[in-house]
């Protein structure tokens, strides 16, 4: 747990040297890469890519 | 969890934290320890947490489907058959927790507990099955509902944190934490109010343990007290904080429940930006009086706005398009293809959740924040119960 990002539900990182909360990183944020995946995944599915079986 | 954001306005605005190692003027008691930076996780490490969570994922499944076969006809059949998915899952995952704590090997294979990142892709996910005209007709009840529950529990908070002589600070984290939508509440309010790490981590501990529980107490209330599904579901979407534990409460208490409480979590977590920049504008002139503080902008509105609402959105768009387009009969069968695809989603996330619960930053802070968190718990309770039944009530799913 050594990154910081724009997550709900998400602990912090542990104390750092200026006590306060920091300003992110810059990085692709994990909402917009769960959208992305989300809707890669369905778009797979009703396509029929993914179908019944192949998923677990 | 991978660790938490903060608003921009941590590092521009006058009054910014501290150097390391120098007191903190606006805290005078807050001199701030030197650490060491965190190094980053090591791929090899990273990887095997990820086949530690699909290994625990498959065992879950593995404990549903076979679980209620192995005690037919015996005594514990009757509590076997309505154990789900969330239920195993949270539980490997707690072994899993304590396992690697033992084994020391925690820290290593953390970076692969991704619980954000993969309830999010369940939730955009879960919206193909959401039809669209469902979410037109909750948005309303949903907003008022969120409006006034947020209103009433952070100013109930609020109160209770400063009768128990709770530091300002912690009192807005718990405040957003319990009437909003959890850890992110909390680390949005932390960064408008330039909290301390420590109340930070404390504040996100405080959420998960509340959260795991109300897990398996809020359906159990629901069957008790004969509630609808469209009531459960706002009651459940109004209440738990996380929005993983709002998946998990869902799904025991039903699928039409569940899209309900999806909805109005969702709805709930839209108003964090609001919340974060009156904070941020309360702590900057009125509590710290910095009249030259930069003004928070709308900007921060959609800096804040969760994105992968916009997905659940765009995957309800594209599932009702597309049952229109083929009919029923050729869809049904297709969406619940991604339907299991969303559960696999949402078992590693709940796996995640056991594995990364964390309660050593509980002990620092005693009794008090503990009391606060808890009271307002029961409040929410009450009052996002009274919302949903008037809201709600009739409510056609």
Known sequence: ?56 | MSAGDATALDSTSPGTGPRAGQPDARVPDARVPVEAPTPPPSVAWTVAGLLLMVLLAALTRFLELNVPVWTEGTPLARIAKPVEFPVYAIALGLLGNAVLVATNLKDKVAAAFRTELFIKTGVVLLGASVNLSLIVTAAVPAIVQALVLISSVFLFTWWVGGKLGLDDKLRALLSSAVSICGVSAAISAAGAVQAKREQLAYAASLVIVFALPSIFVLPWLVDLLGLSPAVAGAWIGGNIDTTAAVAAAGTLAGEDALALATIVKSTQNALIGVVAIALTAYFAFKVERRPDAAAPGVGELWRRFPKFVLGFLAASVIGTLYLAQVGSDVGKPVITVANDLRTLFFILAFVSIGLELRVKALRAAGWRPVAVFGLATVFNLVVGLALASVLFAGFEL
């Not at chain 1, 994990?30 to 369905?42: N, Q």
């Open chain 1, 1 to 56: 747990m050594t990154h910081i990002s724009h997550d709900p539900d998400a602990a912090p990182e542990p104390a750092s040297g200026s006590g306060a909360v920091p300003r992110p990183r810059r990085r692709l944020s994990e909402d917009w890469i769960a959208t992305a995946l989300g809707l890669i995944l369905l778009t797979l599915v009703l396509t029929g890519v993914l179908a019944d079986g192949l998923v677990p």
